[in-house]
């Protein structure tokens, strides 16, 4: 059993306000994983001033982007030599399957080198072109955009954190990280490998805590920038704060995307992409392809192969080698996407596989059966809303217009994607989808390039130059 009884706060392990130490229990058996420290509004009071201080009277925004850019190395080398470590204590906190951790742990690293060759490339200080004659010198300066607190959810932890904290990191800007209960082991140990990496004091500073603790700290007016991960309704009270106090505000939200499969698409390419576009993370992902729009002449053999999709996924422990899917991170998470399911068989949807009932041998942890919906309508709430699950619906179309309609017809533009032969058509359609995000047959994205929600998915962009853009104030100096 791992136990945090300290806050790492400003670059030290503090004592907690609270001095009883909060349980992190599996999801999958209910096991007691480990106990942590939980933050309260003294111990966010103590960060902000410690993050203050090294902003406003520091070193940190002070030293070379280069210098900077030298400690971010350090950190990425040193989180790459416990990736495993950290994909197993994420799996045990999260339920996450071990797959799924696995790769995410060893993806960041390149996640922090785009980053890295964003921090490299950016004119950190330039003169304009003169246009004019009676214009003396101009320069143009991005600066730090000061204290950020980044707040995350429990899905991704690591990823969520690290998206926020690298770019406001080499940008000059300090750091108050607040992270669910649920992950409260896993980002408590991300002290460790900032202190050894040589971050300075004051810099960063990690708050597990409960959502009361998370707004006073968005509310704190020693923050200067909000960096939010979370869902859509939680978005909007952070941006109703941040707009009365004129704070920067940036925020990640909801999903419901989706794949439309034209009649010219390779179904069995489709099935495979999906498995894990809609499927990873237990199907707690925003980004998830869960609305599949599928051309009415391929609709019944698009539904059969989904339909052999789900059924082959195995669900159970997710540090079994086999297993594809875990359990949900918290009972009433389990019963949330249990209750959407309940809701679509109301509906009048049709349920090809799965149902509200909890796998056969896993009544001990939060599963739910992977689940499938036919003969669908984009108005259902299946279809309208983010079940944060392992279901899909599966929604017919007679054409590409009416597809781009029913894409479209959301609350939500986070992602979505194309399944076809011709990549004229694909783009064209593309084009047309209000999202941020779009892959074409499944295409992998970089993450060089911005990633963020059009409508109730969010306000900015993270990932790469523009992800790094999101902490930086531009500042114009005439000579």
Not at 102 to 115: E, V
Not at 405 to 428: C, H, K, M
Not at 435 to 453: E, H, I, K, M, R
Request: negative net charge; charged residues 25%.
């Amino acid at each position: 059993m791992i136990t945090y009884e300290h806050l790492y706060i400003g670059g030290h392990w503090v004592e907690p306000t609270k001095k009883e130490l909060l349980e992190v229990r599996s999801p999958h058996d209910r096991s007691l994983v480990g106990m942590a420290a939980e933050a309260t509004p003294p111990d966010v009071d103590l960060a902000v001033a410690a993050a203050r201080e090294a902003f406003d009277e520091g070193p940190w925004p002070l030293l070379t982007p280069a210098e900077r850019q030298e400690i971010i190395i350090r950190f990425r080398d040193l989180y790459a030599e416990r990736a495993e470590e950290i994909a197993d204590l994420t799996t045990a906190e999260n339920g996450s399957a071990r797959w799924f951790t696995g790769w995410t742990a060893s993806a960041l690293s390149q996640q922090t080198d785009a980053f890295l060759r964003a921090a490299a490339a950016m004119k950190w200080e330039e003169e304009m072109p003169r246009t004019d004659e009676a214009t003396g010198r101009v320069l143009v300066r991005r600066e730090p955009v000061g204290v950020v607190a980044a707040v995350i959810p429990w899905n991704a932890p690591h990823q969520s954190a690290l998206v926020k904290m690298v770019p406001a990191l080499l940008a000059g800007c300090t750091v108050v990280l607040k992270s669910s209960p649920e992950n409260a082991l896993v980002t408590l140990l991300l002290g460790e490998i900032f202190t050894k990496a040589g971050v300075p004091k004051g810099v960063v500073s990690i708050l597990p805590a409960d959502r009361e603790t998370s707004e006073y700290l968005v509310s704190h007016p020693g923050i200067d920038k909000i960096a939010f991960t979370g869902s859509t309704r939680a978005g909007q009270t952070i941006a109703s704060i941040a707009g009365r106090q004129l704070k920067r505000v940036s925020l990640e939200l909801g999903g419901k995307s989706a794949a439309i499969v034209r009649e010219d698409a390779d179904l069995d390419a489709l099935v495979e992409g999906l498995k894990f576009l809609s499927f990873a993370n237990n199907g707690e992902a925003c980004v998830a392809h869960t609305r599949i729009l599928v051309h009415r002449s391929r609709y019944d053999e698009a539904v059969a192969k989904l339909k052999d999709l789900l059924e082959s996924l195995t669900v159970g422990d997710p540090f079994a080698a086999d297993t594809f899917i875990g359990p949900m991170v918290r009972a009433d998470q389990q019963e949330r996407v249990r209750s959407y399911i309940e809701t679509g068989i109301r509906e009048g949807a049709r349920l090809v596989t799965g149902g509200p009932e909890v796998p056969e041998g896993l009544e001990g942890g939060h599963y739910v059966k992977p689940t499938l919906f036919a003969d669908v309508d984009n108005s259902m709430r299946i279809a309208q809303e983010e079940i944060f699950g392992p279901v899909l619906v599966v929604i017919p179309f007679d054409d590409d217009d009416q597809a781009v309609r029913i894409a479209n017809d959301s609350p939500f533009g986070l992602g979505g994607g194309v399944w076809t032969a011709d990549e004229t058509r694909a783009l064209e359609i593309a084009r047309r989808i209000r999202t941020g995000t779009f892959s074409v047959n499944g295409a992998p994205f970089s993450l060089d390039a911005p990633f963020g929600g059009f409508k109730n998915s969010g306000i900015g962009r993270e990932f790469g130059m523009v992800g790094l853009t999101q902490y930086i104030e531009y500042k114009t100096i005439a000579v």
